[in-house]
């Protein structure tokens, strides 16, 4: 369980923080603020931990008090705004199973939330910066159709639904890599459930695996390697010789977008 701290806000500012929370976020990044050397080497021992288990995920504040993790869609859970600015998620999945916060301020589209994490004896502070996905492209990564193929099928698919599925997961990556490119530095490439490598402006698909993420998207392991054998077709046909971006991201997007189209085809 973790606990945010922030300064106080004013009445005025504290009837607005339930519109403000409301909406789609991407976790970017913590920022430490550590006091010693013994927080430094504690933290050094979870920060890949807690890198991994929040930051580049996007999840949902809804108006009614659901909460969601994009990738979790099986679970919903709740939040609600309580006094003195108290921020709480319930049974939201991993990393918000119960997670009790207090809001601390939204600027520029980013809000900070100062987490105090309590270990070793130690009271580790960390500002977490989320950032608002209120418009433009990158909404569409929060729409239920958009994610639909998350939701493993009850039956065999035919080809064609094979196949648009797999466009589907294609397609929302290609976008997920862009939102990437304009927010943030570095990417997590566990986030990604697609069978591939990415290397330095350049991607390669790994060999099958039944037991992958990828395939536990399918009805069944000769489904998914069906899939992945469409997938493998549109990779061998696209050239992916994506002029050098301001980012490896950049780059992601548009190879998987092309990809995407072969996909269509």
């Known amino acids: ?44 021992a979870i920060q890949d931990s807690l890198t991994g288990l929040k930051c580049l995920k996007l999840i949902s504040f809804s108006e009614n008090g659901d909460f969601n993790q994009v ?44 987490e105090v994490v309590n270990i070793g004896g130690q009271h580790l502070k960390l500002i977490w910066h989320l950032k608002k996905i209120d418009e433009g492209y990158a909404t569409k990564l929060f729409d239920e159709d958009y994610n639909k193929w998350r939701r493993r099928p009850g039956r065999i698919e035919s080809d064609d639904e094979l196949k648009e599925r797999v466009f589907k997961m294609v397609e929302y990556y290609s976008t997920y890599f862009q939102l990437i490119a304009d927010e943030s530095s570095y990417f997590i490439p566990g986030r990604i459930i697609l069978p591939v490598n990415f290397y330095r402006h350049g991607i390669s698909l790994k060999k099958f695996d039944d037991q992958s993420k990828f395939a536990s998207f399918f009805y069944s392991k000769e489904q998914a390697k069906m899939a992945y054998l469409f997938l493998e077709a549109a990779y061998d046909n696209a050239k992916l010789d994506i002029p050098e ?13 092309e990809i995407a189209q072969n996909l269509e085809k």
Not at 245 to 257: C, H, I, R, T, V
């Open 1 to 44: 369980m973790s606990t945010l701290f922030v300064s106080c806000q004013p009445d005025s500012k504290k009837e607005n923080l339930h519109e403000i929370v409301s909406g789609n976020w991407m976790i970017l990044y913590p920022e430490e603020d550590l006091l010693n050397k013994k927080q430094d080497s504690i933290y050094a």
């Open 71 to 114: 990738d979790s869609i099986h679970i919903n859970g709740r939040w609600l705004m309580k006094e003195e600015n108290n921020l709480n998620v319930y049974d939201g999945g991993r990393g918000f199973g119960s997670f009790k916060s207090v809001f601390s301020g939204f600027k520029d589209g980013v809000v900070r939330l100062t």
């Open 245 to 257: 971006k301001k980012s490896y991201s950049a780059e992601y997007s548009q190879m998987l977008k």
